[in-house]
């Protein structure tokens, strides 16, 4: 599917930033940074999702029973519910790899070796999972706490063109939600920098010889902790 964004900039704004601003350089991280937040929001929690039938990974989860409660507080606790999270995967027949979190997991899993007071380096499999901490914005943790799961073998995902570029200066740009007309880029002087990125994405979740039931599934979910209880 396509993820694509248009940059609206005054002609003005080009020239008085031209000499001192890679503007192209900065619009792109900033483009590529909100294009992350899309396949985070999307691939995790099925927001806009293009797919047919798609409803993202922890709603999927959800309903292969693959959730464990989280009460928010430290050692023992969160380690118990990554391990229970493992279980849950390995009963469907995978192998952990990952867990995925918003900033909090820093913070879960730090406070957690501080009370059961050992190091990082000694944490047996939950150690060994490869921790991602999305700083994208797009995972929502009051929602989901942590995903845990076969990365590997359990999310297929390709990029099937890089980024591409182009300019304008001589469209008018429409709102795609309320079709209302926002920049006539001539008679305004603008020009306008357009974005676009595809890439497609599925779940395997294939019959496997563990696990042959429709209630596998090779992610699990650690739920929310209830609001100011860490």
Not at 31 to 47: H, K, N, P, R, S
Request: some cysteine.
């Amino acid at each position: 599917e396509t993820v694509a964004c248009i940059v609206p900039i005054s002609r003005e704004t080009l020239a008085d930033v031209s000499n001192f601003v890679d503007l192209l350089g900065v619009l792109q991280e900033q483009v590529i940074g909100a294009f992350e937040q899309v396949f985070d929001q999307t691939l995790f929690f099925g927001v806009d999702a293009p797919w047919a039938g798609y409803n993202g990974i922890v709603a999927d989860a959800t309903t292969a029973g693959a959730t464990v409660a989280w009460d928010g507080s430290e050692g023992t606790s969160f380690y118990k519910a990554i391990s229970d999270a493992m279980k849950k995967v390995e009963k469907s027949g995978y192998l952990p790899d990952a867990i995925v979190g918003g900033p909090g997991l820093n913070s879960a899993l730090r406070g957690s070796i501080t009370a059961l007071g050992i190091n990082t380096t000694d944490q047996g499999q939950i150690g060994a999972l490869y921790k991602h901490v999305s700083l994208t914005g797009g995972f929502d943790e009051g929602t989901a706490f942590a995903i845990v799961g076969d990365f590997k073998r359990g999310l297929v995902y390709s990029f099937r063109e890089e980024l591409r570029v182009d300019y304008t200066d001589s469209a008018t740009l429409i709102d795609p939600r309320t079709g209302t007309a926002k920049y006539n880029l001539f008679q305004e002087n603008m020009v306008a920098v357009r974005f676009e990125l595809r890439m497609g994405a599925a779940i395997a979740n294939p019959v496997n010889r563990i696990n042959s039931t429709a209630k596998r599934y090779p992610f699990a979910v650690i739920t929310a902790p209830a609001e100011g209880s860490n």
